[in-house]
């Protein structure tokens, strides 16, 4: 891999600047017929303009050269600007053409590679909301709201076949939208802290179209990508004892393109306790983290159960 930047500062209001890079990947695996290579070369132009004390604009424009494959140009336009003197309320937004590109697995697995799979592209938006305010008594709350929307093309996904094999298939055209929100806080009580968040996300992704004819999953949710998520993370420190727990909960998940079955809303959640023990210039870190406290029954994907109660002991030298 090699890259380099280049930045020219045109005064204290802008800069423009040029990236360029190349990558070479080669992999061998047992589940690989031969050897998968290719070559990536990339070179973008940006541009950063600061119009006022509380605006930030940001342009580029990006072009990729891949091996056997033919790549349109991507593109950024942003925007942030802070609402308040003191930096505490901040609004962004941003539209932008991107691509994503299979990687060696999706093209060269055996069974299940797809060596004519081609490259996602998507075009979407993004606009968010942001608090983030710091107390003299050391209080700290923040807020984080974010609403996207994208239109993804030849979106890659693995699916199972009707013999069990997973392959990697190009399927179809799909809008995804949704929202995300995050709340967050750290109270201090003389040596305590308490630190928690809560975490909420929001997300729709249906199929668009398709060159199927007649094809049942144009309308449908995408498989195994949960419509809600939700997670809790709650922590305290108090001198060399830590302690927390956490949860998280997912949606209903389809299995089938036409969404005739699914696996039902899992909630599952962790405990941790620990301690950092100071030794001379270093600190020796053990923690106990039970997982799945509660023994819940789960399945990452169909007839693929997940580890019911678990137990683990870390040991950290720092």
Known sequence: MLRTRFVYRLNDKAE?????????????????????????????????INPGTRVRLL??????????MVIKPEFTAGAAVTLSPDGAHLLKASISRSTKLPCLNDLYWVPGGNSSLRHE???GGEASYSYVSVASSGLKKSLDLALHATRVNDLIQWIPGVTGIWSAENIRSVNVYGLEGRLGSEVPLNELVISSYINYAFNHSVVASSEIPNDMAVGSHLIYVPGNMFN?????????????????YQGRRYTTSDNSEW???????DARLG??????????GIEVDTENIFNSSSESVR???????TFNLRITLN
């Open 16 to 48: 423009l600047g040029i990236n360029a890079g190349n990558e070479y990947q080669s992999a061998r695996s047992l589940s690989y017929s031969g050897t998968g290579k290719r070559n990536l070369f990339s070179t973008s132009v940006s541009a950063r």
């Open 263 to 269: 696996l039902s809303p899992s909630f599952l959640a």
């Open 121 to 123: 592209n998507a075009t």
């Open 232 to 248: 809790l993370n709650f922590g305290l420190r108090w001198k060399m004892l830590r302690a927390g727990v956490a949860a998280f």
């Open 303 to 309: 007839n693929y159960p997940m580890p019911l109660r």
């Open 275 to 284: 301690v950092m023990l100071p030794a001379g210039k270093a600190k020796i």
């Open 59 to 68: 342009f580029q424009a990006r072009q990729m050269i891949v091996t056997d």
